[in-house]
């Protein structure tokens, strides 16, 4: 089946990342350089699953299932930018 848990994880990882990054590029919300590198390699790199991404996608292929592989890669990598970008902007607007 398709791994829809992941994407949505993933998703979500990336929409949280985007808006930490935007909280860099607005120093009066107050989060340091440090604080933001934990939260967004520490806990968001152990939320997110790249590994778990590359395996089910690994799996789908050697199952000859070439379009839901092929769905997989494309749908993480588009949302994934879109809600990284999302996550920038929405920040961005909220801190001024």
Do not use: C
């Not at 607005?26 to 390699?41: D, N, T, V, Y």
């Not at 968001?44 to 769905?71: E, H, N, V």
């Amino acid at each position: 089946s398709f791994p829809w848990g992941t994407l949505a994880v993933n998703v979500l990882g990336s929409l949280v990342v985007g808006a930490l990054a935007a909280v860099g590029d607005a120093p009066k919300l107050g989060l340091s350089a440090e604080a933001r590198q934990f939260l967004m390699i520490g806990v968001l790199g152990g939320f997110t699953t790249f590994s778990a991404f590359s395996l089910q996608t690994l799996r789908l292929i050697q199952d000859g299932d070439w379009a839901r592989a092929s769905t997989n890669v494309l749908l993480s990598v588009v949302l994934g930018l879109a809600a990284a970008a999302a996550g920038y902007r929405l920040m961005r607007a909220v801190a001024g």
